[in-house]
């Protein structure tokens, strides 16, 4: 039996978040992660748009080095809906794409919405979702930290991501052996503390569907690219 294409396209509620809430992980409560499903499982119509049956194109770069992206093209969306886009196109807006089979969906892309643009052919219009992911963490998170010689560069890391807000999907076991020959004080934004830091041990970080990964600095993330529509 020929599985059909499908996919599932969730657009939710924008991120607020406290205007202390990178200056310290003590200021974020019993959740100190930014999870972007907590902004639109709220189980009320009003706080997400599902969509499952328009027509859409998309294509994605995956990066180790600058944030993920996804241009999301969707025909024909109501003009509430449209309209409602453009309103809140600078208030980050969760964006959650999975595309696969009816009975298997994979997670394509998440993040917040950058940027979103119309445009009309006839009677037909095209909306296209410009999406980044973890930019909220990687332009926001601000770090102030001190460390004395011999600090283990694996706490220093830990902290750093920490500091972001980013869950770990998968972080390197960087050696003990490997530790500051002076002390050291950081301050300013974290994500690229983080990968000043990592790279003089060669290492890389990016943030992955939200998630943080500290990888070898020669590791290639996938790129995903497709297409889907009524009749594939």
């Known amino acids: ?49 599902s969509y499952s049956k328009h027509e859409i194109s998309f294509k994605g770069e995956k990066s180790e080095s600058k944030p993920n992206t996804a241009d999301i ?20 807006l969760v964006v959650i794409l999975k595309v696969g089979y009816d009975d298997e969906l994979r997670l394509l892309i998440q993040g917040t919405m950058k940027d979103c643009v119309v445009s009309k052919t006839g009677s037909t219009s095209s909306t296209t979702i410009k999406v980044e992911d973890g930019v909220i963490n990687t332009k926001n998170a601000y770090t102030v930290r001190t460390y004395p010689t011999g600090t283990q560069v694996r706490k220093i890391v830990r902290d750093l991501i920490n500091d972001q807000a980013t869950p770990i999907a998968r972080v390197v076991d960087i050696p003990q052996s ?21 790279s003089g041990y060669f290492y890389t970080t990016t943030i992955n569907n939200g998630m943080c990964y500290v990888l070898p600095s020669n590791t290639k993330l996938e790129s995903n690219v497709a297409f889907i529509n009524r009749e594939s």
């Open 73 to 92: 093209t969707i025909k024909n969306l109501s003009e509430p809906t449209i309209n409602y886009l453009l309103a809140n196109r600078a208030n980050n």
């Open 178 to 198: 490997e530790i500051l020959r002076h002390p050291a004080s950081f301050m300013g934004n974290s994500n690229a503390i983080l990968k000043r830091v990592l």
């Open 1 to 49: 039996m020929r599985k059909e294409r499908a996919y599932n396209l969730i657009i939710g509620r924008g991120i607020v978040l406290p205007d202390d809430y990178f200056i310290s992980p003590l200021t974020r409560g019993a959740s100190p992660l930014i999870s972007l499903e907590n902004y639109y499982q709220d189980n009320r119509p009003e706080d997400a748009f």
